[in-house]
C-alpha cells in the first residue's frame, strides 16, 4: 500500500529565505512521486516529478526536490522565497504498478513574510 | 492552462437536488480522477476510471457515482445534496495507470455551493 506523510501544516519564511517542505512516503512498488501547488482558489498545477531517473529533481519556478530511497522521503526547497510562493503544496505518490492510483498528501501551506 | 476542461465552473443548488458535473480530460489521456476539496476534509480522492472502467475508489458516498464515456469524457453525479456536499471538485486527467506517466493534470474545479 502507498501513503504519503506531508510533517508540517503550516510553514513560514521571510522572503528571499530558503523554503523547505518535508515529504515522506510508503510504497510498495517503485514509486513515481510529485509536488503540485495550489494557489488561492485556483487548481493543482503540477511543479516537478520523480520517475526513477536523476534523484535531484528540478521544476518551476526555483524549486527542486531530492528523493533519497534510504529516508523514503522526498523534501521540496527553493532557495530564496518569493511573495508569490505563498500557496498550499501538495506531496503525491503513484506506485508504478499496474493499478497504482494518486495519493494525496494532506498538504503544507506556504506563507511568505515581507 | 492545463488541457483538463470542468464544467460548470460553479453551481449553486438547493439541499436534496441532484447535479452533473463534467470533465473532459487531456487529448489523449485515458485516466480520469475525481477529487473533492472542502475546507474541513481536505482534499479527498473520490474515484478513478480508466479507459471507461472503475479503477479505484476512495471515500465517495453512495448518493454519488461516476462513469466514464467512450469518448473519455467523465460525469460526476451527486445526489440528495446536502449542505456538507459544499466543496470544489476537481477532476484531473493521466495518460496512464502506472508506469512512467501517471503524473495527473488538473481542471480548475468546479465550485459547488448548497443552500
Known amino acids: 500500500a502507498q501513503s504519503v506523510t506531508q510533517l508540517d501544516s503550516h510553514v513560514s519564511v521571510s522572503e528571499g529565505t530558503p523554503v523547505l517542505l518535508r515529504c515522506n512516503y510508503s510504497?510498495?512498488?517503485?514509486?513515481?512521486l510529485f509536488w503540485y501547488v495550489q494557489h488561492p482558489n485556483k487548481g493543482l498545477q503540477l511543479l516537478l516529478k520523480?520517475?526513477?531517473?536523476?534523484?535531484l529533481v528540478k521544476g518551476i519556478n526555483g524549486f527542486e526536490a531530492e528523493f533519497k530511497k534510504s529516508e523514503t522521503s522526498f523534501h521540496l526547497t527553493k532557495p530564496s522565497a518569493h511573495m508569490s510562493d505563498a500557496a498550499e503544496y501538495f506531496c503525491v505518490v503513484s506506485e508504478r504498478s499496474s493499478a497504482s492510483k494518486i495519493i494525496f498528501g494532506s498538504g503544507t501551506r506556504l506563507s511568505i513574510r515581507p | 492552462d492545463s488541457g483538463v476542461t470542468q464544467t460548470p465552473k460553479h453551481l449553486i443548488t438547493a439541499t436534496g437536488q441532484r447535479v452533473t458535473l463534467r470533465c473532459s480530460p487531456r487529448?489523449?489521456?485515458?485516466?480520469v480522477y475525481w477529487y473533492q476539496q472542502s475546507l474541513d476534509q481536505g482534499l479527498q480522492f473520490l474515484i478513478q476510471?480508466?479507459?471507461?472502467?472503475?479503477?479505484a475508489k476512495g471515500n465517495i458516498l453512495e448518493r454519488f457515482s461516476a462513469q466514464q464515456f467512450p469518448d473519455l469524457h467523465s460525469e460526476l453525479n451527486l445526489s440528495s445534496l446536502e449542505l456538507g456536499d459544499s466543496a470544489l471538485y476537481f477532476c484531473?486527467?493521466?495518460?496512464?495507470?502506472?508506469?512512467?506517466?501517471?503524473?495527473?493534470?488538473f481542471g480548475q474545479g468546479t465550485r459547488l455551493t448548497v443552500v
Open positions: 520523480y520517475t526513477s531517473a536523476a534523484t
Open positions: 510504497s510498495s512498488y517503485s514509486p513515481s
Open positions: 487529448s489523449g489521456d485515458l485516466s
Open positions: 484531473a486527467s493521466s495518460l496512464a495507470v502506472g508506469g512512467q506517466n501517471t503524473e495527473a493534470f
Open positions: 476510471y480508466y479507459n471507461g472502467e472503475e479503477r
